[in-house]
């Protein structure tokens, strides 16, 4: 298995620009989520889905949409990029046992 | 280079030595626990998990003690190694929420 692969690992946009991070596991993982990590505030929950076709909003979902059409994959669009969303950026898949695998980021920069 | 982590309490042990890294909770309907391990440059590892009904659970070096009452909990690393450093997280799932609320991460810095 792959477990949760991300890409691309980095990316540089402009304000106002859009884009998507792609997330997908291979393990057959009903649950899936995003979160971000800055520095001194560890990680925050986006938005998270619990199967395919249901997501819902985590702790700061503003300027962020998902979409979960397959098990497989998550990603996460930006509709218009702000310099607050530089970050990194972690996709998760979870277990029913509750245990979570995490991606390798995405280092984000928004200029 | 990583950037997350700048403004983390720190913890530096010599190798060898058992660590002690604590984290306090904040809601008590939580019912699950996790203590992950961040290396430079990648995702959370998952360590060890425990349950609410449970107050200490082993797991291979590692052990973590959950105290309801005060809403605490630790993780305990026997003879800690140098690639034991890293930042450790805890998080907390809420009863009923699907959600995992995690702490901001403590680094340990372990010295040959």
């Known amino acids: 298995n792959a477990g949760v692969t991300q890409t691309p690992k980095f990316q540089v946009l402009k304000t106002g620009q859009s884009m998507t991070l792609q997330c997908a596991q291979d393990?057959?993982?009903?649950?899936m989520s995003w979160y971000r990590q800055d520095p001194g505030m560890g990680l925050r929950l986006i938005h998270y889905?619990?199967?395919?076709?249901?997501?819902d909003q985590g702790e700061v979902p503003n300027g962020y949409n998902v979409s979960r059409s397959t098990t497989e994959d998550f990603p996460l669009r930006l509709l218009s990029a702000a310099p607050s969303q530089t970050s990194v950026y972690f996709c998760?898949?979870?277990?029913?046992?509750?245990?979570?695998?995490f991606g390798p980021g995405t280092r984000l920069t928004v200029l | 280079g990583e950037s997350v982590g700048l403004h983390l309490p720190t913890l530096s042990v010599q190798e060898g030595d058992n660590s002690i890294i604590n984290c306090a909770y904040s809601?008590?309907?939580?019912?699950?626990f996790i203590w992950y391990k961040q290396e430079s440059g990648k995702g959370p590892q998952f360590i060890i998990d425990?349950?609410?009904?449970?107050d200490k659970r082993q797991g291979q070096r590692v052990t973590v003690l959950l105290n309801k009452t005060v809403k605490h909990l630790s993780l305990q690393i026997a003879a800690t190694q140098p690639g034991d450093s890293a930042v450790y997280f805890c998080?907390?799932?809420?009863?009923?929420?699907?959600?995992?609320?995690f702490g901001t991460g403590t680094r340990l810095l372990v010295s040959p």
């Open positions: 889905s619990v199967g395919a076709g249901i997501t």
């Open positions: 998080a907390e799932n809420i009863a009923g929420f699907q959600k995992l609320v």
């Open positions: 425990i349950r609410s009904n449970m």
């Open positions: 998760a898949s979870r277990t029913p046992g509750n245990e979570q695998f």
């Open positions: 809601n008590s309907a939580s019912d699950y």
């Open positions: 393990m057959n993982h009903e649950y």
